[in-house]
């Protein structure tokens, strides 16, 4: 058909337009909008002006001048100086009761002005350690209580509802920050993406961290720590808000002298710290500063998630006769005494691995042998065991012989894996026996 025919057949009916009620963005559009005029903004000075205006206040209080000689603009932007620099201008004798007393002075439209201003910065510097601050806050307080300009009392009222000038204010943003996450918690508080990254939001994700990791001492609380992993991944802010180290003490150290269930806490703890900090196993470079007992919590959950993977893919490639150590390895496992296992997998399990919850980097690759053998290498105290699927012996070791493998390595060839020194206990007989025996007798360990 034509364009002319097109044309002369057409009908307004026959346009069909799936209109929206509103604009697709709309929405969207109005709750930034919202938030970004609900918010307290304020731009600072530029460093060199910072510094100058630090210079021009110090110089007028070492030389006993009244802050009164100096000009309003310099006093009115004072507050961005009281914590900047080596000496705290806040922190030096009677320098804010000279400032409280001109800022009594004005009239209340620049007084509120002043007051927000302060407001803003002891947000964003949070000096807690600073002789000044809990008289500081005290005072700012009491004038913003005192003001009646809308958006002053918007502070005040932000103030009261989430203790932000008194001491269990970072407590409550920690809990607001780990149910409603750090936009919601940041806003309500008429915080600006400034604010995002001042040191109160710091200090309170420091307190989230320590709530959570108490939280975590109890099973009814997998709902914070989904609501936390949720967070991390998907806003990268949260991630630069919480320090690598910090986390992972957070998340494993109420674990060092127990054992969650895999449902609750172990398995998603395991698995996130995996995702986001690799297998510190394997790499450490993620798991730098973390406690050492954190790490040895972490290397206690992976050595049960290695053997129960391993134990699953050996039921496909494996005899049934594999059922036996299957079992009498599990025995140790239970006893919490293996202090590392890896697993190493021949050509036909590598296929079967697939099919488990093992990441790639989390096995090795065996070859020189059968396609269906594999390897666990695991240690015990000082007792190294290499333990063959199939026909494969059982080789127990000291860790210092010279012959004995290293763990964590990507690919191990058979000869490698049947060092010539130690012991070795075909699967046959009663073999349970005389391999506990040989433990006990190196180790103490039955």
């Known amino acids: 058909m034509s364009l002319r025919d097109c044309l002369r057949y057409w009908r307004p009916e026959s346009l069909t337009l799936a209109m929206p009620p509103q604009p697709a963005k709309l929405p969207a559009l109005c709750q930034v909008l919202a938030q970004s005029v609900g918010t307290v903004q ?9 510094q100058e205006l ?13 802050l009164t000689s100096l000009p309003i ?10 914590y900047y620099g080596e000496q705290n201008l806040a922190d030096a004798a009677n ?5 409280f007393q001109w800022l009594e002075s004005l009239s209340p439209l620049r007084q509120g002005r002043v007051l927000i201003l302060l407001w803003y910065v002891l947000m964003q510097k949070y000096p807690m350690r600073s002789p000044s601050f809990a008289w500081l ?29 008194s001491a269990d204010g970072p407590d409550l943003f920690a809990s607001d920050l780990l149910t409603q996450g750090l936009r919601e918690a940041c806003v309500r ?5 400034e604010l995002f990254a001042s040191q109160f939001v710091s200090h309170g994700a420091e307190c989230a961290q320590s709530l959570l990791s108490r939280a975590l001492a109890s099973p009814d609380n997998i709902v914070l720590l989904q609501n936390f992993i949720a967070q991390y991944e998907r806003e990268e802010s949260v991630r630069h808000l919480f320090p690598k180290s910090s986390t992972i003490n957070a998340l494993l150290l109420p674990f060092v002298n127990k054992t969650p269930t895999e449902e609750i806490y172990k398995g998603p703890i395991r698995d996130f710290l995996l995702r986001h900090f690799k297998d510190p196993r394997v790499d450490n470079r993620l798991w730098h500063g973390a406690a050492t007992a954190a790490l040895a919590v972490m290397e ?8 129960q993977d391993f134990f699953s893919i050996l039921r496909d490639t494996a005899e049934p006769a594999w059922q036996e150590r299957q079992r009498f390895w599990s025995r140790y496992l239970s006893l919490g005494v293996i202090r590392k296992a890896w697993v190493i997998l021949g050509k036909e399990a590598r296929v079967a691995a697939k099919q488990t919850t093992l990441p790639r980097n989390s096995f090795a690759d065996l070859t020189g042998a059968m396609a269906n053998q594999s390897v666990l290498l695991m240690q015990i105290d000082s007792l190294i065991i290499i333990e063959w699927s199939h026909s494969g012996a059982c080789r127990l070791c000291d860790e210092n012989d010279e012959s004995v493998p290293d763990f964590y390595l990507d690919g191990y060839s058979g000869p490698e894996l049947r060092p010539p020194s130690g012991m070795a206990v075909r699967h046959t007989g009663n073999w349970q026996l005389n391999i506990t025996q040989y433990i006990y007798q190196q180790t103490g360990i039955r």
């Open 73 to 82: 603009r310099t006093l009115k932007q004072a507050p961005w100086v009281f």
């Open 54 to 66: 630090y210079d021009s206040i110090w110089d007028c209080h070492l030389q006993g001048r009244p």
């Open 137 to 165: 806050c005290h005072r700012v307080d009491s004038a913003l209580a005192a003001s009646t300009r809308i958006k002053v009392q918007n502070v005040y009222k932000a103030c009261q509802d989430y203790a932000l000038l």
């Open 42 to 50: 304020r731009v600072a000075p530029s460093p060199l002006s910072l």
């Open 300 to 307: 206690r959950w992976l050595v049960a998630a290695q053997l």
């Open 189 to 193: 508080r008429l915080f600006s993406e």
């Open 95 to 99: 320098f804010l009761v000279q400032y």
